[in-house]
């Protein structure tokens, strides 16, 4: 409960979508539950057998609810009331002492579906968003799976008693165990929200706004990962650095929305014409650096082209300025592994003033990649 009014207090600021919210009242709910069972035979059966039991379904159901919102998933708010159904009745049904073996094996059953839910959402966000806290929070909801299993099969084959709080030593090893797992998964919940936080803020950090495409910062690391990885795979790296031709005319002749709109018709098409692999960065106001792992430089000059042809089509379709303009476009190619990105560069220039000396709207390569 305590770790409840946390996330609460965490939603409180504002500063968070509503799935602190989920996860803030999942665990009041659990906690108000557990209370509820604990006072057996102090409070009334009614409350502190189907109407507690059914709070703490409620709760669990809420830590579900919560990871899905957090990951942007749809809400299906029927499912949740037919669980909650689905547990409720027969819990209300089999109110009696008699009961407590099938109210055991209903709730380790509906625990264990909501847990394989949860185990698959968080290696969703594993994999959809390369968070490594939906990993570790499928691994300490998975463990649950099995511990509800074995609570429910020695329920139904008469061997957990018929008591709430046994005295036995796999009662309490389970109950122990199943308690350490719930503080431990409140702990991974905040732990996602804040990887995902870091992340979002790398991403800003490294990334142009306007564009989309890496900045300076997130080039260079970019190309220290091309390195690493050149590593393990030694080959070449091309490097293409585009220039838009006459933009600062066209920026002050239409006005800097234009200049913007231009930038970004530019980085569209570029992506679509650059491998999944390839990287493309905003070098400076109207100049653009792709890397191309892997690729000869008869190769680039082919995509140079074609990233040309692409900016060419997109803005024939927009009819923002009167004059288009053009592309020139240096290539150079080098060692993944052992070139420097300045070197490269600065390879790359020599080839586009070239480009821009012959009349712009063009493709040269660096002499040295020509020798290769």
Request: proline content about 4%; hydrophobic content about 50%.
């Amino acid at each position: 409960m305590i770790l409840g009014f946390v996330q609460l207090a965490a939603y409180a600021t504002g500063r968070f979508e509503r799935w602190p919210l989920w996860w803030g009242l999942s665990n009041i709910l659990v906690g108000l539950g557990l209370i509820g069972v604990g006072l057996r035979d102090i409070i009334p059966d009614i409350v502190s057998i189907p109407l507690a039991n059914t709070v703490s379904w409620i709760g669990y159901l809420l830590i579900l609810f919560g990871v899905r919102s957090f990951a942007g998933r749809p809400a299906r708010p029927l499912l949740y009331l037919a669980a909650i159904a689905a547990a409720a009745i027969p819990l209300f049904l089999w109110n009696e002492p008699e009961g407590f073996a099938k109210r055991v094996v209903l709730v380790a059953v509906l625990v264990m579906a909501c847990d394989l839910l949860l185990v698959r959402e968080g290696l969703l966000l594993w994999r959809r968003e390369r968070l490594a806290s939906g990993a570790i929070l499928a691994a300490l909801f998975a463990p649950t799976v099995v511990l509800f299993a074995i609570r429910g099969y020695l329920a139904a084959t008469g061997q957990l008693g018929t008591e709430m709080f046994p005295t036995d030593n796999t009662s309490q090893w389970l109950t122990a165990t199943g308690t350490a797992f719930l503080l431990l998964r409140g702990s991974a919940l905040l732990l996602l929200a804040a990887e995902r936080s870091r992340n979002r803020l790398v991403t800003i950090a490294q990334h142009d706004p306007l564009t989309g495409a890496l900045n300076r910062s997130g080039l260079e690391r970019a190309m220290i990962q091309i390195a690493e990885d050149a590593g393990k795979r030694p080959g070449r790296l091309t490097l293409l650095l585009i220039d838009i031709d006459h933009f600062k005319s066209l920026n002050d002749t239409h006005g800097h929305a234009a200049g913007d709109r231009i930038l970004q018709l530019f980085a569209e098409a570029a992506r679509s014409e650059l491998r999944a692999s390839d990287v493309l960065a905003r070098h400076g106001g109207d100049e653009f650096v792709a890397l191309l792992p892997h690729m000869p430089t008869k190769d680039a000059v082919r995509v140079a082209n074609r990233i040309r042809s692409a900016f060419g089509r997109a803005l024939a379709d927009w009819d923002g300025v009167a004059t288009q303009p053009t592309l020139s476009i240096g290539v150079a190619e080098g060692d993944a592994a052992s070139d420097e990105l300045e070197a490269l560069l600065e390879q790359a220039d020599e080839a586009l003033y070239r480009s821009k000396r012959l009349g712009r709207d063009r493709v040269q390569v660096q002499m040295r990649a020509l020798a290769r």
